[in-house]
């Protein structure tokens, strides 16, 4: 700001102030000055200088441009080169965990071959196929450098044929669908009926697989030719070997599998329990309706 003195009602500049612009406003400007580096002043530089400058920006400019190229063209090379050598082609895969599925049906859904480079499998990809399966529920497959994968199952296990369409399927404890029965993965079950009204029965189901593999319900699996969740007797349980029937309401079902397990007990004691048509366990009694005696 320049620097002025006043003499009698005069102002008068001093000889050492610069005069400023004002913009139409009566608004002092000043002046922004820019610096430039000194090797980016080509119109300055002569000589040998300039030429260094000039060479150093164009290295630099070369440095950005194909470091970044050469890593890329490398790493592609590395792994054309690693994806085709011998050294990661597949020696071994190990299957664990399958019952349903034999070890070849689980490789082909996987997709991963015996001879292929190990580093070209996708591994969720494999997971994927072998989930899209109707028998797999879990899977996990680990690649293990160089040449080995290992695929571990947990299959959905059948305990029911049930019909769906016209066609037998399995189901699991829980009388879900699983797959259609086939000869080439046969199994007899017991066939499972839902009555109309019954679907709040079902959770029972898998209550009733649990209970005869523990020994809670005193009656073998191979036995048991149809299971039925009906609205009226619960779960109803048809022996074909013995045409008995056995019934068990839900609303107490420990309760009465143990008053049910108890009358089965005591009729095989008596030997009595050729003569019985059916038993039942509701509403904390136990009734048994024996078979009406043959007329002479």
């Not at 190990?94 to 292929?116: F, M």
Request: charged residues 25%; contains cysteine; aromatic residues 8%.
């Amino acid at each position: 700001m320049p620097f002025t003195i006043k003499r009698h009602g005069h102002r008068s500049r001093n000889t050492y102030a610069k005069k400023t612009s004002s913009d139409k406003t009566g608004g002092k400007l000043s002046k922004i000055r820019l610096r430039v580096p000194s090797f980016l002043k080509f119109g300055k530089i002569k000589g040998f200088d300039g030429l260094k400058s000039i060479a150093a920006v164009a290295l630099l400019l070369l440095t950005v441009v194909l470091v970044p190229a050469s890593v890329c063209a490398v790493t592609l090379w590395l792994y054309n080169k690693a994806t085709t050598s011998e050294f990661f082609f597949t020696k071994h895969v190990d299957v664990a965990g399958n019952v349903r599925l034999s070890r070849d049906l689980v490789l082909q859904y996987s997709g991963i071959k015996v001879g292929d480079n190990s580093l070209a499998v996708s591994i969720s990809k494999a997971e994927q196929n072998l989930l899209r399966t109707p028998w797999v529920e879990e899977v996990s497959v680990k690649r293990l450098l160089p040449d080995r994968f290992v695929i571990r199952l947990k299959e959905r296990m059948p305990s029911f044929w049930i019909h769906k369409d016209g066609v037998l399927h399995y189901a699991n404890e829980r009388g879900e669908f699983i797959a259609p029965v086939e000869s080439g993965n046969f199994l007899s079950l017991p066939t499972l009926t839902i009555e109309p009204g019954a679907e709040d029965a079902t959770p029972y189901l898998s209550r009733l697989v649990t209970d005869m593999h523990s020994g809670a319900l005193p009656v073998e699996a191979g036995a048991i030719a149809s299971v039925t969740a009906s609205l009226g007797r619960g779960i109803e349980i048809y022996l074909a070997d013995r045409e008995l029937r056995l019934s068990i309401a839900v609303d107490d079902w420990d309760g009465n599998l143990a008053r049910l397990g108890v009358a089965l007990g005591d009729l095989a004691r008596r030997h009595e329990l050729k003569d019985v048509r059916e038993v039942r366990a509701v509403n904390g009694d136990v009734w048994v309706i024996v078979n009406k005696p043959a007329q002479g």
